[in-house]
């Protein structure tokens, strides 16, 4: 069956990296293009970061721009997302998602906090 499972969520201080991984199995990962969505307490999800199947192109929301970098293992059926300079209001569950047209695959989600 299809699974998405992300890891390397955690507390880090302000300022600090982290650095998710998203494992999927059950398809044809080369395929879909990937995301990193999160949600904040409250707050409706918000698409972090995306890259295309083959990894020939990647964007950012803007808060995150310049500051987390999405990548991907074809061959490890992996995706990641570095994330630098990290800041309070960086805290939510990060979920991964893999998509085509029609169709959209979820990860349970990774808890990431952000607090001195």
């Known amino acids: 069956q299809v699974q998405l499972v992300e890891s390397g969520g955690g507390l880090v201080q302000p300022g600090g990296s982290l650095r998710l991984s998203c494992a999927a199995s059950?398809?044809?990962?080369?395929?879909?293009?990937m995301r990193w969505y999160r949600q904040a307490p409250g707050k409706e999800r918000e698409l972090v970061a995306a890259?295309?199947?083959?990894?020939?192109?990647?964007n950012y929301a803007d808060s995150v721009q310049g500051r987390f970098s999405i990548s991907r293992d074809n061959g490890k059926n992996m995706v990641h997302l570095q994330m630098n300079s990290l800041k309070p209001e960086d805290t939510a569950v990060y979920y991964c998602?893999?998509?085509?047209?029609?169709?959209?695959?979820w990860g349970q989600g990774t808890q990431v906090t952000v607090s001195s």
């Open positions: 998602n893999a998509y085509r047209p029609g169709i959209a695959y």
């Open positions: 890259v295309t199947n083959g990894a020939e192109i990647t």
């Open positions: 059950g398809f044809t990962f080369s395929i879909y293009g």
